[in-house]
Nanobody
Framework: QVQLVESGGGSVQAGGSLRLSCAAS????????MGWHRQAPGKERELVSY???????SYTDSVKGRFTISRDNAKNTLYLQMNSLKTEDTAVYYC????????????WGQGTQVTVSS
């Protein structure tokens, strides 16, 4: 059974940092593109960041310079380091694997809440 389990969410003040992790099991994800998406209340789910199987990264404009996506294929784990957090970063963050943010993914995690207060 393939599973993606996010962790590391929580509540933080604006300007703070959090590091999200996405542990994958039941499948070897080293050959997969993986991404982080988020959904704020009343809004559609949006791409935050994406990393290809060979490590090429992309970011939505609002997080460039603040967030860093990385992957550890040996641990089958995806990370999102979030610095200089803003209140508008408040959302449920989802990990996704084996696909592309334009065309869809095969697997999704259950999400982890990130709340940034002023």
């Amino acid at each position: 059974q393939v599973q993606l389990v996010e962790s590391g969410g929580g509540s933080v003040q604006a300007g703070g940092s959090l590091r999200l992790s996405c542990a994958a099991s039941g499948y070897i994800f080293s050959s997969c593109g993986m991404g982080w998406h988020r959904q704020a209340p009343g809004k559609e789910r949006e791409l935050v960041s994406y990393v290809t199987s060979d490590g090429t990264t992309s970011y939505t404009d609002s997080v460039k310079g603040r967030f860093t996506i990385s992957r550890d294929n040996a641990k089958n784990t995806l990370y999102l380091q979030m610095n200089s957090l803003k209140t508008e970063d408040t959302a449920v963050y989802y990990c996704a694997a084996c696909g592309h943010y334009r065309f869809g993914y095969k697997y999704w995690g259950q999400g982890t809440q990130v709340t940034v207060s002023s």
